[in-house]
């Protein structure tokens, strides 16, 4: 069927529940920690600090600072509003670290294949920002799937390890996922314009047939159409990509993530299907 809107989050929750049989939802916000935050905040493991974001000593987390003396690594989101001398310098002066860059996880940063850097989470303000996105998925979805009991990769094993009955919850990149299934977003092209989202889906319900995937007569007329002059056009390409990018780890096309394992991975995490 065609992307639809999830409508509220908590109704939304309860159908990750009631799939009939194994299921996994990727979304497009972080999911994870830098690892130099974690080394100021001691905090080592994410899902252990999901559990009490928002409690007693970090009561403040998901509260954005107004102020740039607000910020503090258990207050480390920033700006709540865009005004005259914000700067991203006063994230990094708050919360102790020596560059914005320290900001990003590994998996954040920019790779051989031209993606570029991604933003850092704790930084609200502008079109790149994933902040905000991060606070209410976060709080809506997974700290409540968390709870009963969903999983969360990679932090709970590899993707064979946690198929079962349970929800299984991970990060995904739709600007990553771009060169994941072949679409080529030249320099000069913008997903938020019709014509450019329908010259690089062109042919791409056929490939996908190929590799066992049915789109609804519906959604390809969509594709077809480049999502259309709808507002929200760019954001039904992102989560069509978005899928594709995720059954092509679940085919086995694409590794889920480097086999390299290090001390900072219990803390940030990693986006599915990025190689590097």
């Known amino acids: 069927m065609p992307p639809r809107l999830v409508g509220d989050t908590a109704d939304f929750v309860d159908t ?4 009939a049989g194994p299921s996994l939802a990727g979304f497009d916000f972080p999911i994870g920690l830098p690892v130099a935050y974690g080394q100021i905040a001691g905090l080592t493991d994410f899902p ?3 559990e009490v974001f928002g409690l007693r000593e970090w009561a403040e987390f998901f509260a954005v600072a107004e102020l740039a ?4 690594p258990r207050r480390p989101f920033y700006p709540r509003l865009s005004k005259a001398g914000v700067k991203q310098g006063d994230l990094v002066s708050g919360l102790g670290v020596a560059t914005f860059d320290q900001l990003l996880r590994r998996c954040d940063r920019p790779t051989s294949t031209r993606r570029r850097p991604a933003c850092s989470m704790f930084w609200t303000l502008g079109p790149s920002q994933v902040g905000k996105a991060a606070i209410a998925g976060w709080r809506e979805i997974i700290m409540p799937a968390r709870r009963r009991g969903a999983r969360l990769w990679p932090f709970d094993g590899a993707l064979a390890e946690l198929a079962g009955p349970r929800p299984v ?3 995904t990149y739709p600007a990553d996922a771009y060169r994941q299934v072949e679409l080529e977003m030249r320099g000069n092209m913008s997903k938020l314009r019709q014509g450019d989202r329908h010259e ?5 319900c056929d490939r996908a047939r190929q590799h066992g995937i049915t789109f609804s007569p519906e959604l390809c007329r969509q594709v077809a159409e480049g999502f259309g002059a709808r507002r929200d056009g760019d954001d039904a390409f992102d989560a069509l990509i978005g899928l594709l990018g995720m059954i092509e780890v679940v085919d086995g096309r694409r590794v889920e993530r480097p086999v390299h394992r290090g001390a900072s991975d219990d803390l940030e995490g990693w986006i599915l299907g990025q190689s590097e």
Do not use: D, P, Y
């Open 16 to 19: 990750l529940f009631n799939s």
């Open 48 to 50: 252990a600090a999901l």
């Open 69 to 72: 003396e607000q910020v503090s």
């Open 169 to 171: 919850i991970a990060e």
């Open 200 to 204: 690089v889906m062109v042919g791409l």
